[in-house]
């Protein structure tokens, strides 16, 4: 049962008070601070206003000394307890943050000092009839580090290494510290007697349309006898397969297993189960290196994005921000997320909505960036309990396709050993390539294990083997190198410019991206009156990358530097929307040898510029919008360098194929179509073809590349029409766009219409979070009309007042 309990929260300087006194039951707390489990004490001190707001301005900095305060939990709460009963109690944290003591009745039942996983305490001799009170006492982090060594790397913080924690807590180049504090996760008491279910794994051994076989370990705890280990395989006759939602109907199955004794039922269990088998392809047919998913045999085109914890307070973050996210996701034609390894493992809410939407999960280990105390005992035996909890809660997800064990760290220790910052072993080398390889030979034989990402190879972000992460773009890395070469950085347009993407025939690419401004509503809620302009010190803070210039670069080579904060949201958006678009067709096209593409990020966890597609606010910038199209199972592109030919293609992500007709038009600002040409298209199932070229002085018939738009757009199969600029964007002769717009608030609707001229990224915008538009951030051609559908996730009717549309001028 889910304890419903009336928590409040108090701090102490650390030593002030007895912790006995204070996990007394009978202590007086009524004067404590109310608080919401899960969640944490910055939530609890924003709600009864006690500190302001830290997402607003700079007041992350005023609530800072949170984290070196002692911190107290109490609640009360009544329980049954049946007289001489041989039921056993057991009280389970599910997110203690971090390091605990936890009082029962005012006895120490137990200390935890792990974020990352629940804790269980067996309570069953001082859990009572009645009344019960529970007291939790967290400790200040440096009280366990402060006397720690320190590591010659660990990114943004040097203390975090030795503490088991969501490494974004103290801060990345897309968010500040904030580091929290508090019971972030569910707190219940199971009772059991006999014996308990202890863990239930099911998984696929093989599967086809006649039948499907399922292997089902089941851990029982007996309380009198043993741990004891039961196996069952289970066939499936006609078998609905599990597929990812642009490939078919992730199908789930319930499983139930009772537990009996003495033919008494003691314990039962339901849970779902995805039929379905998941591979990790690392040479191809043709003995090519590979990095490609298999689905039920099937070769999967990854089309996703990486996941950052949904807020920086992560137990105050509601259900309903995670489902909303996967829900665009999936309108965004995504079916890979990669669970990066800076936050959590994700919580529960998160792998379900993947096993029923169907979203494949790429699960990092929560490893990143910086060197471990591999050497040290308590600390790795902290690490495999995590481990090896987080294994058995996640192994039975449909989802679930690969765990990695870590974010960047085998490249990185060699690109900082080689240019000099890093003398020392590779301390953490035996967690990844030792501790969890082991552990999930053990535990979860269903899917594969990769050590690192991005890695392998004659460096650890080679293309040519396993997974790439490409930092040429945005960050300037220089790139071909190999183990041991010095890295070298190329701040420069030509350096960072996305047009370097086309360079980049990876086998799959985990990550990639570039910064592009929040929308409006989330920038100007949270900076303060008078500082929401370009250059201001207040969105300068909303900023964490390191080097703003790399931003500024990218926008010259492309819009132009922009001058106010009108053009820097509009630059910034373009830019990273058609950098996007450009890196991902390209990657596409390539499907022959490329098999995924994860884009550097989906989401944020604070209301900042970051390289996110979706903002805080839950509002997508137009990179998502654009994602729409380019991540579209069925997409038509162009691969073009200015001043030579245009090569048409055509990808199908799907597995059908399909005949029909591509158009190619050519069309000038004003709405004169000065080239067309169709082609006939026999489009293979889960491939890229070539349609053919056309010369860019023919298509042009007599007018500059500046002055025109390509358009193509597909008959006899569902392709969205796609459409291309020939030059930069700050080199088009564009004239200012007139609309006609036509608001309808009771049917929900805002029609435009691009008047005389073509209308270059039309947007609309609502002062509001949490609203979904069918389109935004679009073109339209001349005397184009286009009908937006506004909606709010909930259902309920949205609020017109503020609404704006604009184009870029």
């Given at each position: 049962?889910?304890?419903?309990?009336?928590?409040?929260?108090?701090?102490?300087?650390?030593?002030?008070?007895?912790?006995?006194?204070?996990?007394?039951?009978?202590?007086?707390?009524?004067?404590?601070?109310?608080?919401?489990?899960?969640?944490?004490?910055?939530?609890?001190?924003?709600?009864?206003?006690?500190?302001?707001?830290?997402?607003?301005?700079?007041?992350?900095?005023?609530?800072?000394?949170?984290?070196?305060?002692?911190?107290?939990?109490?609640?009360?709460?009544?329980?049954?307890?049946?007289?001489?009963?041989?039921?056993?109690?057991?009280?389970?944290?599910?997110?203690?943050?971090?390091?605990?003591?936890?009082?029962?009745?005012?006895?120490?039942?137990?200390?935890?000092?792990?974020?990352?996983?629940?804790?269980?305490?067996?309570?069953?001799?001082?859990?009572?009839?009645?009344?019960?009170?529970?007291?939790?006492?967290?400790?200040?982090?440096?009280?366990?580090?402060?006397?720690?060594?320190?590591?010659?790397?660990?990114?943004?913080?040097?203390?975090?290494?030795?503490?088991?924690?969501?490494?974004?807590?103290?801060?990345?180049?897309?968010?500040?510290?904030?580091?929290?504090?508090?019971?972030?996760?569910?707190?219940?008491?199971?009772?059991?007697?006999?014996?308990?279910?202890?863990?239930?794994?099911?998984?696929?051994?093989?599967?086809?349309?006649?039948?499907?076989?399922?292997?089902?370990?089941?851990?029982?705890?007996?309380?009198?006898?043993?741990?004891?280990?039961?196996?069952?395989?289970?066939?499936?006759?006609?078998?609905?397969?599990?597929?990812?939602?642009?490939?078919?109907?992730?199908?789930?199955?319930?499983?139930?297993?009772?537990?009996?004794?003495?033919?008494?039922?003691?314990?039962?269990?339901?849970?779902?189960?995805?039929?379905?088998?998941?591979?990790?392809?690392?040479?191809?047919?043709?003995?090519?290196?590979?990095?490609?998913?298999?689905?039920?045999?099937?070769?999967?085109?990854?089309?996703?994005?990486?996941?950052?914890?949904?807020?920086?307070?992560?137990?105050?973050?509601?259900?309903?921000?995670?489902?909303?996210?996967?829900d665009l996701a999936i309108e965004g034609h995504m079916n890979m997320i990669r669970v990066w390894a800076g936050g959590i493992y994700e919580k529960d809410i998160f792998y379900n909505e993947c096993d029923r939407r169907g979203v494949l999960v790429w699960q990092d280990f929560a490893f990143a960036n910086a060197l471990?105390?591999?050497?040290?005992?308590?600390?790795?035996?902290?690490?495999?309990?995590?481990?090896?909890?987080?294994?058995?809660?996640?192994?039975?997800?449909?989802?679930?396709?690969?765990?990695?064990?870590?974010?960047?760290?085998?490249?990185?220790?060699?690109?900082?050993?080689?240019?000099?910052?890093?003398?020392?072993?590779?301390?953490?080398?035996?967690?990844?390539?030792?501790?969890?390889?082991?552990?999930?030979?053990?535990?979860?034989?269903?899917?594969?294990?990769?050590?690192?990402?991005?890695?392998?190879?004659?460096?650890?972000?080679?293309?040519?083997?396993?997974?790439?992460?490409?930092?040429?773009?945005?960050?300037?890395?220089?790139?071909?190198?190999?183990?041991?070469?010095?890295?070298?950085?190329?701040?420069?347009?030509?350096?960072?410019?996305?047009?370097?993407?086309?360079?980049?025939?990876?086998?799959?690419?985990?990550?990639?991206?570039?910064?592009?401004?929040?929308?409006?509503?989330?920038?100007?809620?949270?900076?303060?009156?008078?500082?929401?302009?370009?250059?201001?010190?207040?969105?300068?803070?909303?900023?964490?990358?390191?080097?703003?210039?790399?931003?500024?670069?990218?926008?010259?080579?492309?819009?132009?530097?922009?001058?106010?904060?009108?053009?820097?949201m509009a630059f910034s958006m373009l830019t990273q929307a058609e950098g996007l678009k450009y890196g991902v067709e390209h990657f596409r096209r390539n499907k022959k040898r490329t098999s995924g593409t994860l884009i550097w990020q989906l989401n944020d966890s604070w209301p900042g510029t970051s390289w996110s597609m979706?903002?805080?606010?839950?509002?997508?910038?137009?990179?998502?919008?654009?994602?729409?199209?380019?991540?579209?199972?069925?997409?038509?592109?162009?691969?073009?360098?200015?001043?030579?030919?245009?090569?048409?293609?055509?990808?199908?992500?799907?597995?059908?194929?399909?005949?029909?007709?591509?158009?190619?038009?050519?069309?000038?600002?004003?709405?004169?179509?000065?080239?067309?040409?169709?082609?006939?298209?026999?489009?293979?199932?889960?491939?890229?073809?070539?349609?053919?070229?056309?010369?860019?002085?023919?298509?042009?018939?007599?007018?500059?590349?500046?002055?025109?738009?390509?358009?193509?757009?597909?008959?006899?199969?569902?392709?969205?029409?796609?459409?291309?600029?020939?030059?930069?964007?700050?080199?088009?002769?564009?004239?200012?766009?007139?609309?006609?717009?036509?608001?309808?608030?009771?049917?929900?609707?805002?029609?435009?219409?691009?008047?005389?001229?073509?209308?270059?990224?039309?947007?609309?915008?609502?002062?509001?979070?949490?609203?979904?538009?069918?389109?935004?951030?679009?073109?339209?051609?001349?005397?184009?009309?286009?009908?937006?559908?506004?909606?709010?996730?909930?259902?309920?009717?949205?609020?017109?007042?503020?609404?704006?549309?604009?184009?870029?001028?």
């Amino acid at each position: 049962m889910q304890i419903a309990a009336d928590w409040k929260i108090q701090h102490f300087p650390v030593g002030q008070m007895r912790p006995f006194e204070l996990a007394f039951p009978g202590f007086d707390d009524r004067f404590w601070i109310s608080a919401s489990v899960p969640g944490d004490v910055h939530s609890a001190l924003i709600e009864r206003n006690i500190i302001d707001d830290p997402y607003f301005g700079h007041n992350d900095a005023k609530s800072l000394w949170i984290e070196d305060q002692e911190w107290w939990y109490r609640g009360q709460f009544n329980y049954v307890v049946q007289e001489k009963s041989d039921e056993r109690h057991e009280l389970i944290f599910e997110g203690l943050d971090t390091f605990a003591t936890v009082f029962v009745n005012g006895l120490e039942v137990g200390t935890t000092r792990n974020m990352l996983m629940a804790h269980t305490f067996d309570v069953t001799r001082i859990i009572r009839n009645g009344w019960n009170c529970i007291a939790v006492k967290f400790d200040p982090l440096r009280m366990h580090h402060e006397q720690k060594e320190l590591f010659q790397w660990s990114s943004y913080t040097k203390e975090r290494p030795w503490l088991r924690k969501a490494a974004m807590n103290f801060g990345w180049d897309w968010g500040p510290r904030m580091v929290t504090v508090g019971i972030w996760g569910n707190v219940r008491i199971e009772r059991k007697r006999v014996a308990k279910l202890d863990t239930i794994f099911a998984r696929t051994v093989d599967a086809g349309s006649d039948e499907a076989t399922i292997l089902v370990d089941i851990d029982v705890k007996s309380y009198h006898k043993h741990l004891h280990v039961e196996c069952e395989v289970i066939l499936v006759d006609s078998p609905q397969l599990w597929w990812t939602h642009d490939l078919g109907d992730p199908y789930l199955y319930e499983l139930q297993v009772n537990l009996l004794a003495d033919g008494e039922k003691v314990d039962s269990h339901k849970q779902s189960l995805g039929i379905r088998t998941i591979e990790l392809e690392l040479i191809d047919e043709s003995d090519n290196p590979s990095f490609a998913f298999l689905l039920n045999g099937a070769k999967v085109f990854a089309k996703g994005a990486n996941w950052i914890p949904v807020d920086h307070f992560i137990g105050s973050a509601p259900d309903a921000k995670y489902c909303e996210l996967i829900d665009l996701a999936i309108e965004g034609h995504m079916n890979m997320i990669r669970v990066w390894a800076g936050g959590i493992y994700e919580k529960d809410i998160f792998y379900n909505e993947c096993d029923r939407r169907g979203v494949l999960v790429w699960q990092d280990f929560a490893f990143a960036n910086a060197l471990f105390p591999d050497f040290n005992k308590d600390f790795m035996e902290n690490v495999r309990n995590e481990v090896i909890y987080n294994v058995k809660r996640l192994r039975n997800h449909a989802s679930l396709a690969l765990w990695c064990g870590n974010n960047e760290i085998d490249w990185l220790y060699d690109m900082k050993s080689s240019s000099g910052d890093i003398t020392t072993p590779f301390y953490g080398r035996s967690i990844y390539h030792e501790l969890i390889p082991e552990v999930l030979e053990e535990l979860d034989d269903s899917r594969a294990y990769w050590p690192s990402s991005p890695y392998g190879g004659n460096d650890d972000n080679d293309p040519n083997v396993g997974d790439r992460h490409n930092w040429q773009v945005w960050h300037g890395s220089v790139y071909p190198r190999q183990f041991g070469d010095q890295p070298v950085l190329d701040y420069s347009i030509e350096g960072v410019t996305f047009k370097n993407f086309k360079k980049d025939f990876t086998l799959f690419n985990s990550e990639f991206g570039m910064h592009a401004s929040a929308n409006r509503y989330t920038l100007e809620k949270n900076i303060p009156e008078g500082q929401f302009y370009w250059g201001s010190v207040e969105m300068a803070y909303r900023n964490k990358d390191t080097n703003h210039q790399k931003g500024i670069l990218l926008m010259e080579g492309y819009t132009g530097i922009p001058q106010t904060i009108e053009e820097y949201m509009a630059f910034s958006m373009l830019t990273q929307a058609e950098g996007l678009k450009y890196g991902v067709e390209h990657f596409r096209r390539n499907k022959k040898r490329t098999s995924g593409t994860l884009i550097w990020q989906l989401n944020d966890s604070w209301p900042g510029t970051s390289w996110s597609m979706i903002d805080y606010e839950l509002l997508p910038k137009a990179s998502y919008y654009y994602a729409k199209k380019f991540y579209h199972p069925l997409l038509l592109s162009i691969n073009h360098v200015p001043g030579e030919s245009l090569e048409l293609w055509v990808v199908n992500d799907t597995i059908d194929s399909y005949e029909g007709k591509v158009t190619l038009q050519v069309i000038n600002f004003e709405g004169k179509e000065v080239y067309r040409k169709d082609f006939d298209a026999s489009i293979e199932s889960n491939a890229a073809s070539s349609l053919g070229h056309v010369d860019e002085v023919e298509i042009l018939n007599g007018y500059s590349a500046e002055q025109v738009v390509v358009k193509l757009s597909a008959d006899g199969f569902a392709a969205p029409d796609n459409l291309y600029y020939l030059r930069d964007q700050k080199d088009l002769l564009m004239k200012a766009s007139e609309l006609t717009v036509v608001i309808d608030e009771v049917l929900q609707t805002v029609s435009i219409t691009a008047e005389g001229t073509l209308a270059r990224m039309v947007t609309i915008d609502l002062p509001q979070g949490r609203v979904r538009f069918s389109d935004n951030y679009f073109d339209l051609l001349p005397n184009e009309e286009r009908t937006i559908q506004i909606s709010h996730p909930e259902g309920k009717r949205v609020s017109f007042v503020g609404l704006s549309v604009s184009a870029f001028k």
